[in-house]
């Protein structure tokens, strides 16, 4: 819109220098040359002038050379020496008017100087033969008349050089009449086309507004139908607070009946709106112009159940009338209050909640305490006892008391493991997550060297066949991830060790959302699929510990580790043919974003 507009003014600016170049540009120049043939009329005329001055003056001499002439031969009478004044006397004005005239002509005037000498000097020689009847005199007078100080020649010089300007002149004008038609026609030609162009754009504005009017129509008419098509109740207010145009989620909401156009706000509905701090706020909005946001007015009607509304109100002006108007929006925000009563009551029930888990956390603590100290102590009694009744009978004591003897022992070292196994699973579930970069191919091989060393200190001469493909570096708990590959990898090597050649196999997949995800798989024992529900559980064991040795606790602290990561882990197996256990842990920091905390036990 803003380069239609620059370009609809370049184009005016352009239609107004066309006018000052066609019009007004033309009209001046016609009418400069139009002053150029009336100057050129003027010097006509003076031409002629001069022309007619020249030859008085020249007359006038002859005239008084011709009455100088008759007196000297002796003819005398009145009239004639009247008429030798009177020629006398018209030379010097005559002369006068003539050196006034070219004035502005340095040549002329030279000439004239001339003219003016000779016809001095010829009217002393005619007044002296006026004045004598001597032959002698007479003679020598006529003779230098004849022979001396011409007139004619400087006076056809004068009327001739004012000829020639005079043609000049006129062949000036009549070019520039002939450039005067031409520019003429040439405006004309020129003043058609802008006429033209201007009709042109007169009919492409008109039609350019036609369509904007028309454009303005739709647009109102969409207007509208997007403001009844808003399932929120709009209003536009007046100065008076009076309703100037609503849409049909207002007539819906606080429609009794009749029309509310030009009612006052607080009139509509039985005085729903009628609260006069809101009212002011609305007055502050128009007078002070202001803006209301996310103003909460709970209406009680007369009749029917209150309402919580949230509203907005903003001055702004309109296209058709110059007064200023408040657009209102109001949003019935009832169920969402209803939803953060509901919300509040839940989060209190829900502290009620935490505060019961932290007691039990507390308990479980207490009860941690109470394993690691009071119940070691008797289990270290018992084995120490154990062990120091076996050295005090000897080689006196019979098998069956050594077998009791070392039923205590291994019973008490095995219920020492299942204490400490028990305090590493609460552990888990009470400390915080310490995020960090864990590269998990230097930690498996770690677990895996570890392993090794015992398993060849248990069992010289076993082969363990290690496929390990490359593992990435994930966001975790250095400590509980090492726990979970240690856990994962022994149950591996301790289930397969029946095998001539245990094989164990740790694969890696990128999943989808970027998690990582692994499997270790084994050729071990394997186990009942429908069992599978215990895997995970606390001293949960598929398999007699006279079979395979363990307290049931390292799954189970291995699925709270990968839990507490936001991850997840699953076992596929068949008896004696191995087992397979799949497990993934979040891309990122959505392990930290998932940590739930404290676990309860």
């Known amino acids: 819109m803003q380069d239609i507009a620059d370009r609809r003014r370049l184009l005016q600016l352009a239609l107004c220098v066309a006018i000052v170049f066609v019009v007004v540009a033309p009209t001046l120049f016609l009418r400069a040359i139009n002053e150029d043939s009336l100057r050129a009329t003027q010097l006509v005329a003076h031409t002629n002038q001069v022309r007619a001055e020249a030859m008085g003056v020249l007359y006038a001499a002859r005239d008084t050379e011709a009455a100088s002439v008759l007196l000297s031969n002796g003819i005398h009478s009145p009239r004639l020496r009247e008429r030798l004044r009177s020629s006398h006397a018209a030379l010097a004005p005559g002369l006068a008017r003539l050196t006034a005239l070219t004035r502005d002509n340095p040549a002329q005037q030279v000439r004239i100087g001339s003219l003016k000498a000779n ?55 009549e070019r520039r009449h002939r ?14 086309a802008l006429l033209a162009v201007i009709g042109w754009f007169w009919l492409r504005t008109l039609r350019a507004r036609v369509a904007a009017e028309a454009g303005s129509r739709s647009a109102d008419v969409r207007a509208r139908a997007v403001l009844q098509s808003v399932r929120e109740p709009i209003v536009l207010l007046d100065e008076q607070l009076r309703v100037v145009m609503r849409n049909g989620a207002f007539d ?48 009680r009607p007369a009749s029917g159940l209150s309402r919580t509304l949230l ?69 270290r009694h018992i084995a120490g006892f154990a062990e120091k009744l076996g050295k005090h009978l000897g080689e006196d004591a019979d098998d069956k008391s050594r077998h009791y003897l070392d039923v205590i022992g291994t019973s008490a070292r095995r219920m020492s493991a299942l204490i400490d196994d028990l305090l590493v699973y609460s552990r888990l579930g009470r400390s915080a997550l310490r995020n960090q970069p864990v ?19 248990e069992h010289p001469g076993h082969r363990i066949e290690w496929r390990i493909a490359p593992l990435p570096i994930v966001l975790g708990d250095e400590n509980m991830l090492r726990q979970v590959w240690t856990n994962l990898l022994g149950n591996a090597v301790k289930y397969s060790m029946q095998r001539p050649v245990a094989r164990i196999e740790v694969a890696y997949r990128q999943g ?90």
């Not at 450039?179 to 058609?192: D, N, Y």
């Not at 606080?254 to 009139?267: K, S």
């Open 179 to 192: 450039l005067s038609e031409t520019i003429r026609f040439a405006a004309l030609g020129a003043q058609l």
């Open 252 to 299: 819906e909401l606080y429609g009794d009946g009749t029309d509310p156009q030009g009612v006052a706000l607080a009139d509509v509905a039985t005085g729903a709106w009628n609260d006069p701090a809101f009212l002011q706020r609305l007055r502050d909005v128009l007078l002070r112009d202001r803006e209301l946001w996310d103003y909460e007015l709970v209406q």
């Open 512 to 601: 989808e959302g970027g998690a990582h995800e692994f499997e270790v798989s084994d050729n071990g024992a394997g186990f009942d699929m429908q069992y599978a529900g215990k895997l995970f559980g606390v001293f949960q064991r598929l398999h007699k510990a006279s079979e395979f040795p363990g307290t049931g606790v390292g799954l189970a602290s291995v699925r709270r580790i990968l839990l507490r990561h936001g991850g997840r882990i699953a076992a596929e197996a068949e008896p004696g043919r191995g087992a397979t256990f799949r497990f993934s842990i979040p891309a990122g920091d959505a392990a930290a974003a998932t940590d739930p905390g404290v676990l309860p036990p």
């Open 311 to 379: 509203v907005n109100a903003q001055r702004m002006p309109l296209p058709d009338r110059e007064e200023r108007v408040i657009l209102m929006t109001a949003s019935d925000i009832t169920p969402r209050k209803a939803s953060e009563d509901r919300i509040r009551q839940l989060n209190r029930q829900l502290e009620g909640k935490v505060d019961q888990v932290s007691e039990v956390n507390r308990e479980l603590e207490a009860f941690s305490y109470s394993v690691s100290h009071d119940l070691r102590a008797p289990l």
């Open 439 to 457: 590269d998990m191919q230097s930690m498996v091989d770690e677990v895996r060297a570890m392993l090794e060393s015992n398993a060849a200190a």
């Open 119 to 173: 016809l001095e000097a010829r009217m002393a020689l005619a007044l002296k033969l006026a004045a004598t009847t001597d032959p002698r005199v007479v003679a020598t007078a006529q003779q230098e008349l004849a022979t001396h100080y011409p007139l004619t020649a400087l006076a056809n010089a004068v009327v001739s050089e004012e000829q020639q300007l005079l043609a000049r002149r006129t062949l000036e004008a």
